[in-house]
């Protein structure tokens, strides 16, 4: 599956989560945010935008299905894709 690139993938990563959460052109129950979670499935673990709380510099936090709040280092962040268009917002770049 060939995804197609946002332009945003320069931005700061806190910059994109910002637009998606507070611009109001954007749907945010399309996006998801995939992160290094040691002892998922790949090491992999893919959640809606929708649950992120709070964007700090350098970590976010979200919310499970419990009501329980993770916080999550940005340099675990691999992509930002919007499902629904198959647009890929932010992708981690490789050295």
């Known amino acids: 599956?060939?995804?197609?690139h946002s332009g945003l993938e320069m931005l700061p990563l806190k910059n994109v989560?910002?637009?998606i959460l507070w611009d109001k052109r954007l749907d945010i129950e399309d996006y998801v945010v995939t992160f290094i979670?040691?002892?998922a499935p790949s090491d992999l673990k893919t959640i809606p935008v929708k649950s992120i709380r709070k964007v700090g510099k350098s970590w976010f936090t979200y919310e499970d299905g419990e009501g329980v709040e993770f916080c999550i280092p940005m340099h675990?962040?691999?992509t930002v894709m919007n499902l629904r268009t198959g647009e890929v917002l932010w992708v981690k770049r490789r050295a």
């Open 17 to 19: 989560f910002t637009k």
């Open 37 to 39: 979670h040691r002892g």
């Open 76 to 78: 675990r962040v691999e």
């Open 1 to 4: 599956m060939q995804h197609k």
